[in-house]
């Protein structure tokens, strides 16, 4: 079996005085898709994190050495949040199982990195945007909707949510790509697109040396940070990114970045910031082996035990296999377990969806709320894999 990925690349380059995020966009795709999007959105938060909130707020300031002794509140979440995990790492493996952040991604190599990220994923989870996400964020993030945040990462939560101790209100409301503020001011941005960016801006664009300064001919600013497009991205995929980065900096919609006024100002700062749209030329494709471990998604989650209500465990098999499920609250207790024989239902070649759980332990009591995290053992005449999953109980 042969997987086909399109690759997306967020990197984020520094060069002269300008700090440039470059996106890479899919743009043959006739429809606006949610990768797209989704990656806009993310590449959006990454530099507003890094070279903005991560400068001027000490809760949120990253490090780039895994062993520091002096960490933000935002980095200590994240260790958590990882399990404990140190460095960066291609290896599931290495991380505990009380992880709930664990991402294996070659591109994403250092510190720096995982802190970006898991602002970002952690942000559009508390926010709403990954909740119907969740078998995109399955292989490295858990916490894909509010309540799971919440309930697996309250920390970082509270710092997503809350306002920082300089007076920066988090954002609450997710972007839609549409900015329209209760009020006009003078600073706020009205996206008319400039066929080029302006002399200084591409005097540093040529300077990096692998953009072809002139294909860039979509250009407009948000509050004082620059947007620019490739003339192969469809000028809606730029007017998205321009329009949520506004939403993103002006969140109460009152026409200027008002609470972000000290992290918009950092981002203008000396020649400022850029976000660039490029399209994607990359694919890459992936041999599977005979049995690959399943992603295994659940819901409801959260459920309510109490009201009546079961959540499904969802998994697809490459191949007939005996199928073990052990669910374990977060103390080590095991609470519930399930079992299917292969080629049986729970256990044949394709989609499954057989498995549930009623939120009752083995002598048949509602558990008590809380996360629970449910391991599956999958065995194949190819071998064993696992994967697991968090639950959610409430009631």
Request: glycine share 8%; net charge neutral.
């Amino acid at each position: 079996m042969i997987r086909i990925i399109i690759g997306l690349i967020i990197s984020t380059v520094a060069f002269g005085a300008i700090h440039v995020q470059i996106v890479s966009v899919n743009a043959t795709e006739r429809v606006f898709l949610d990768y797209n999007k989704t990656q806009i959105l993310q590449s959006n938060l990454s530099l507003i994190f890094e070279n903005g909130l991560g400068k001027v707020s000490d809760a949120f300031k990253p490090t780039d050495n895994v062993s520091a002794t002096q960490k933000s509140t935002f980095n200590i979440a994240m260790d958590a949040a990882r399990g404990g995990a140190a460095r960066a790492t291609t290896n599931l493996k290495a991380y505990p199982s009380t992880a709930s952040y664990y991402p294996t991604d070659s591109n994403c190599d250092n510190y720096e990195c995982l802190i970006t990220r898991y602002f970002y994923l952690g942000l559009l989870s508390v926010t709403g945007h990954n909740a119907n996400r969740q078998e995109k964020t399955i292989g490295e993030w858990e916490p894909h909707t509010p309540q799971l945040m919440l309930a697996i990462d309250p920390d970082a939560t509270q710092l997503l949510i809350s306002e920082t101790s300089e007076g920066i209100a988090m954002p609450r409301i997710l972007p839609d790509g549409r900015y329209m503020p209760k009020e006009i001011t003078a600073t706020t941005p009205t996206f008319n697109f400039a066929p080029t960016p302006n002399a200084t801006v591409s005097q540093n664009l040529a300077s990096l040396g692998t953009i072809n300064v002139p294909s860039l001919n979509k250009y407009t600013a948000v509050f004082g940070v620059h947007v620019i497009g490739h003339e192969s991205v469809p000028t809606n995929h730029v007017l998205y990114a321009a329009n949520t980065l506004a939403q993103w900096l002006d969140n109460q919609r009152v026409g200027t970045p008002n609470t972000w006024a000290r992290v918009a100002n950092q981002l203008t700062a000396v020649s400022g910031s850029a976000l660039i749209l490029v399209p994607n030329a990359r694919t890459e494709s992936l041999t599977a082996i005979n049995l690959y471990a399943p992603r295994v998604l659940n819901g409801p989650n959260p459920f309510n035990p109490g009201a009546g209500q079961t959540t499904r465990f969802q998994y697809t098999l490459s191949n007939d296999s005996d199928v073990e499920m052990h669910i374990y609250s977060l103390s080590g207790t095991k609470v519930y377990e399930a079992h299917r024989q292969r080629g049986n239902r729970g256990g044949s070649k394709g989609f499954n969806g057989d498995i549930t759980w009623d939120g009752r332990n083995k002598e048949g009591n509602t558990v008590a709320n809380g996360v629970y995290v449910a391991y599956f053992k999958f065995t194949s005449i190819d071998g064993t894999v696992f994967s697991k999953c968090k639950v959610v109980v409430y009631k």
